[in-house]
């Protein structure tokens, strides 16, 4: 980050932060100036760490991904993905009072060319799950691995 902030074509253009641990993206996070976008966080980390990091990011600015996990694991059907994407959202603008603009979902767009019988519903489960979303989380946008559902 210190050497892409001092390339001022570069540091122009808001900065996406993306690492495993996010004690390193906090980091990286300090180093930027403006609109920063951080992939990700999610509710498996427990509700009160996820309230914790949405905090931080919230103080700087930042705006994030939010991964449709939770304590139970990763979103499969359309009802999961809605689920747990309003919880996240209810969470982070009732109680962080994080601004909805700056949610971005990732609704775990999942492999649907497996040859597998119960992969086949993936592709109609994420557009489903997007429409509710969109409905229900008012302001955020939505953002994916779309190719998956090219396979």
Known sequence: ???????????KVPFMLNASKFEIVMAGLKWCQGKT??????LKVGEEKYKEQALLLKKHGAAVVVMAFDE??????????????????????????????????????LTIGTGMEEHANYGVDLISAV????????????????SNLSF
């Open 37 to 42: 976008i951080v992939n990700s966080i999610s």
């Open 72 to 109: 139970e694991g990763q979103a499969a059907t359309a009802a999961e993905k809605v689920r747990i994407c309003k919880r996240s959202y209810d969470i982070l603008v009732n109680e962080v009072r994080f601004p909805p603009e700056d949610i971005i979902f990732d609704p775990n767009v």
């Open 131 to 146: 429409k509710i979303i969109k409905e229900r989380c008012l302001h955020v946008k939505i953002s994916g691995g779309i």
């Open 1 to 11: 980050m210190k050497i892409a902030i001092m390339e001022h074509e570069v540091s």
